[in-house]
């Protein structure tokens, strides 16, 4: 399962770029504005510093500047992805970007009907929100179940990519229901780590050591 970040500020990157566990990442349009940059400055660098694919988002409405913008993403660098609303402009662009060899995320999917459609349309991932489905009341982990089956039923190869993941607990349903990726913000990315055992055990095992008076280095 690969795991990506979902922002777009460079020194959380950086910083979690060397566990060499980060896999990819994803910007939208309200990370880019969070982040403060000049987007294709911040999109350069962010491609530069991970090798994985790195979603950067259109902000057209219409199929035909979606394609327009996403060639333009697409020219930043080899491992841009390009991110595109689940609408039927946005999957008519993925097909038109898609048939180009250009890989599309399809975001704001809050469906298996939508995301069978996205597969449909050639989409390389499909971004699921669980968080924001969670937070309206309804089952994010039991959405990623039922895409995960549709896709296997029918073969698609779209890679479900587990989005708007909000703690370690989403992380491991996305792995349970067998998501091919999770993008987590960096917050949440430092807290796969964190359990209140290893830091007990940890202070054990370093108390019983030091009183052994010995060194390894
Ligand atoms: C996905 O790629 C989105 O950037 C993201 O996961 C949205 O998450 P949010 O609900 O925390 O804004």
Redesign the pocket.
Known sequence: MKLFL?TADIAEIRTWAETGLVDGV???P??VAKSGRPFFEALKEICDTVAGPI?AEVVALDAATMVVEGRKLSDVADNVVV?LPLTVEGLKACRALADDSIAC?V?LCFSAAQALLAAKAGAAYI?P?I??LDDAGHDGAALLGEIREIYDIYGFSTEI?A????SPLHVRDAALAGADCA?L?AKVFGQLYQHPLTDKGLAAFLADWKTTGQTIV
């Open positions: 979902d994803t910007t939208n309200s990370l979603s991110k995320n975001t971004s929100f968080g924001r990519l989005a708007s993941i909000r993008t913000p």
